[in-house]
């Protein structure tokens, strides 16, 4: 297993945010926080306190792109949570771990094991 790690969810569907969390203390790491936005995001980007985001492509406000910039320029590690991409990521984000929805405990143990090597 990683070592704990502190996670920010960045999800707007209320009962996906709370499956992500359970999986998350169900591998022993914490919940920094969860948003459904990109301006919340990018708030809590810019605060800190968090070792690695999941970051689902559709959030309440729009596509989360400008906020995949956010964590790269903080050098945050991050995941892009989708259920499928309606447009290719922009290229500098084409490499991005990302976490196929429907999420499992295996699948999200084994992203989060990936990202947080890098």
């Known amino acids: ?7 920010l969810v960045i999800e707007d569907e209320p009962l ?24 919340g995001a990018l708030d809590a980007v810019g605060a800190g306190g968090f070792d690695v985001a999941i970051l689902d492509v559709h959030l309440r406000d729009g596509v989360c792109w400008p906020v995949a910039d956010a964590l790269t320029a903080a050098n945050k590690p991050f995941l892009i949570a989708s259920g499928g991409f309606v447009e ?4 500098h984000h084409a490499s991005a771990r990302q976490l ?13 094991e990936e990202v947080s090597r890098v």
Do not use: N, Q, W, Y
Request: charged content about 20%.
């Open 100 to 112: 196929a929805k429907p999420f499992t405990l295996d699948g999200v143990r084994v992203a989060l």
């Open 16 to 39: 996906i945010a709370m499956m992500l969390e359970d999986f998350v203390d169900v591998l022993g790491h914490e919940i920094a926080g969860t948003v459904d936005t990109i301006a």
């Open 88 to 91: 290719a990521p922009p290229a």
């Open 1 to 7: 297993m990683t070592d704990r790690l502190s996670v």
